[in-house]
């Protein structure tokens, strides 16, 4: 396993548009990939978020677990995040094709049939049904203003 650095080349970035089979199983991009050879390994934890999976290297899963660990007792009600979160954990090895295969319940509570979309967040990725992916996106694009405030905040606006 390689540096874990902040370049891009260790990042999820950018996002795509891919199938899932009748088996429940999708293909990660080569640029993933990538990543995942270049600085974790090829398995990936899997889990509920808000509208959309997400998929976690095992080390930057293990970070956020430990905080939920050590600071989620701090939070007032965060119980039943943790529960909701910790419930769909999964774990995903790549097949050799470079495939995950996501469980039944994943796919059905999220509304994933066919068609999804792959987006990467830097260190972990989203996987979003097409159709929510959309929405969410037009939301944000028409909401684009309320985030003025916080860029200009870290010196980006």
């Not at 891919?18 to 990660?28: A, F, M, P, T, V």
């Not at 398995?43 to 998929?55: D, H, K, P, Y």
């Not at 419930?87 to 469980?103: F, H, M, N, Y």
């Not at 999220?110 to 792959?118: E, H, N, S």
Request: charged share 30%; aromatic share 10%.
């Amino acid at each position: 396993m390689s540096d874990n650095s902040s370049t891009s080349e260790n990042r999820f970035l950018s996002r795509s548009e891919h199938l899932i089979d009748e088996k429940g199983r999708l293909s990660i991009p080569t640029r993933f990939r990538e990543v995942l050879r270049q600085a974790y390994s090829e398995e990936l934890i899997v889990t509920n978020w808000e509208r959309s999976l997400r998929a976690y290297p095992v080390p930057v899963w293990k970070k956020l677990e430990n905080k939920l660990i050590e600071g989620g007792n701090k939070e007032k009600g965060f119980g039943k995040f943790v529960r909701y979160v910790i419930s769909g954990v999964s774990e995903c090895a790549l097949d050799k094709q470079g495939r995950i295969l996501i469980p039944p319940t994943l796919r059905a509570d999220f509304a994933i049939k066919k068609v999804v979309i792959l987006n990467g967040m830097l260190e972990h990725f989203e996987i979003w049904d097409k159709t929510a992916w959309e929405a969410e996106t037009k939301w944000t694009r028409d909401n684009f203003r309320d985030f003025e405030e916080g860029l200009s905040n870290l010196g980006i606006f």
